[in-house]
């Protein structure tokens, strides 16, 4: 059977694990943002940004314990609603 000392640690390694590669979606996302080279490519690549925030948030704020950064990210999350609504509706205004 398996103390809690070891549950502990092996979910922190998951979690750091899980951290890393959305630290590195975030910067595939930021470099295909920045090349584009449509405004469908550079949109996807905010929406994936904002949800990789989202997700970074919550795994920090499992790793610090600090619930503060649960709130941070439901922000986040409904900022990046708002966005995709006012994005596509300008999009759907220039057709």
Same mark, same amino acid.
């Given at each position: 059977?398996?103390?809690?000392?070891t549950?502990?640690s #092996?979910?922190t390694i998951a979690?750091? #694990?899980a /951290?890393?590669?959305l630290l590195?979606s975030? /910067?595939?996302? /930021?470099i295909? &943002?920045?090349?584009?080279?449509?405004v &469908?490519?550079?949109?996807s690549?905010?929406?994936?940004?904002?949800?990789?925030?989202?997700a #970074?948030?919550? #795994?920090?704020?499992i790793?610090?314990?600090?619930? &503060?950064?649960y709130d941070?990210?439901l922000?986040?999350a409904l900022l990046?609603?708002?966005?995709?609504v006012?994005?596509?509706?300008?999009e759907?205004?220039h057709d």
């Amino acid at each position: 059977m398996m103390s809690g000392d070891t549950s502990t640690s #092996i979910l922190t390694i998951a979690l750091l #694990i899980a /951290l890393n590669l959305l630290l590195f979606s975030l /910067l595939i996302g /930021l470099i295909r &943002a920045w090349l584009g080279p449509s405004v &469908a490519d550079r949109f996807s690549a905010v929406l994936l940004m904002g949800t990789g925030g989202v997700a #970074i948030l919550f #795994i920090l704020a499992i790793l610090l314990q600090v619930s &503060a950064l649960y709130d941070v990210a439901l922000v986040l999350a409904l900022l990046a609603v708002v966005g995709t609504v006012a994005l596509t509706q300008s999009e759907s205004n220039h057709d």
